[in-house]
């Protein structure tokens, strides 16, 4: 099975210049000749798609995803299984985000869903499932239904040895507050004892699962560093030390800057208004984003300058817009669409340790792929003008003959 594209403006999110008239053949789901269009192919066998002039590039990637938080008194356990899933395959098919980072699910749907497109008994993306996140009584957002309340070293790892039983990829430790929440559950506030935080992070090293720390102010920061985290999520306040830990360690920092950023005040395209508008958050949960969002952009801006390894999450839902949202706030933060994009591709594979096998169009690589009709290195926006998505190299949507209506501008 060969599929060969032609005409293509490639994006191969390794270097930033397009490289414009370029043909890809793809074998075996597999990315095998990258070529100018006027090179010499056989492809007699080859389905031949012509780009024409379209831009081709890595899938999109999401590193830190909830796809739903419902409650279970409102949505019956077996409803939520279908639209768990349903979100997923959407943000594959309408978005062309190939890879997805889960961060907490209850029921570990993450895991079943993961196995069910592993399968290939459906179509939907590549998933690293989390299962449950860990946080203490009276911890950090327990409305979510992902939250495992624990306490004490032995309550930590119990429940830890419970999340690698049910088959998660990685641990998702929650080391402090949020803006999300009811009054106690402040960001600024770290919420593990020392001797928690300890036998968490042993377990975790005996065991070898990647721990995925939510620490949303400098301590919690520091520490999750020093123990030995493999990314950093939201780090909504820090200081000029967390940022030279990032550095020293090799951390990953997620800066999830949706979730600061998203309120009636801030929204300043029609995209974001129209979330924010069908989010509908409520006034007091605003004020502490609006708040926030101030230091959290400017730590975000000092860590990509200083060079921080940084990959790309939301945080939000639903799914098929969350990336692309958060896409748009890196760039008005100040990253270029370069960045913006290579935050997107390259390091959410990276982040989720398969940039092996994803997140570049290179030869040998697997053919996760998007043809978007605009160059999004010019306007990141031209990212929602999604064409084509491409898993394994076999088309799973094809968009040419009914442009989307966010082809127009905002
Ligand atoms: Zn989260």
Redesign the pocket.
């Known amino acids: 099975m060969r599929t060969l594209l032609t005409n293509a403006t490639l994006i191969d999110c390794v270097t930033p210049e397009p490289r414009p008239a370029t043909s890809v053949l793809i074998e075996s789901g597999r990315i095998q000749q990258i070529l100018p269009a006027a090179a010499r192919i056989d492809a007699a066998d080859a389905e031949v798609i012509d780009l024409a002039g379209d831009c081709l590039m890595p899938g999109l990637w999401d590193a830190?995803?909830?796809p739903d938080y419902l409650s279970l008194a409102e949505v019956p356990l077996a409803d939520q299984v279908t639209l768990f899933g349903n979100r997923l395959r959407a943000a594959l098919t309408e978005s062309g985000i190939t890879g997805l980072r889960c961060?907490?699910s209850h029921h570990y749907m993450d895991v079943a869903w993961k196995r069910a497109f592993d399968s290939g008994l459906f179509v939907g993306p590549r998933l690293f499932a989390a299962g449950h996140?860990l946080t203490t009584t009276g911890g950090h957002?327990l409305t979510s239904g992902h939250a495992l309340e624990c306490d004490g070293p032995y309550g930590f790892v119990k429940a830890i040895r419970e999340q690698i039983k049910s088959g998660v990829d990685h641990i998702?430790l929650n080391l402090s507050g949020?803006i999300m929440g009811p009054a106690w559950d402040r960001h600024q506030n770290s919420f593990l004892l020392a001797d928690e935080l300890k036998a968490a992070f042993d377990i975790c090293r005996l065991r070898e699962f990647k721990v995925m720390a939510?620490a949303t102010n400098p301590d919690a920061v520091k520490a999750a560093i020093r123990l030995g985290a493999h990314s950093v999520?939201?780090g909504y306040i820090l200081d000029d030390e967390c940022i030279e830990l990032f550095l020293e360690h090799g951390t990953w920092y997620v800066p999830?800057l949706s979730?600061s950023h998203l309120t009636p005040g801030q929204a300043s395209n029609d995209w974001e208004k129209r979330w924010v508008k069908q989010r509908n958050l409520s006034h007091a949960l605003c004020c502490r984003a609006d708040d926030a969002s101030g230091v959290h952009a400017e730590w975000f801006r000092k860590a990509l300058a200083a060079g921080v390894k940084m990959a790309l999450?939301s945080?939000i839902r639903p799914l098929q817009d969350a990336a692309l949202l958060e896409l748009g706030l890196w760039v008005r933060d100040g990253a270029s669409p370069w960045q913006a994009l290579q935050a997107a591709t390259r390091h959410g594979a990276a982040v989720c340790g398969v940039g092996d096998e994803y997140g570049t169009v290179e030869v040998g690589k697997r053919a996760d792929l998007i043809v978007v009709a605009g160059n999004p290195l010019a306007d990141i926006h031209n990212v929602r003008r999604l064409r084509l998505v491409l898993k394994d190299g076999r088309v799973v949507a094809d968009k040419r003959s009914t442009p989307a209506s966010s082809d127009a501008a905002p």
């Open positions: 830190h995803i909830h961060a907490g996140f957002f998702k949020g939510h999520e939201h999830t979730i999450g945080d």
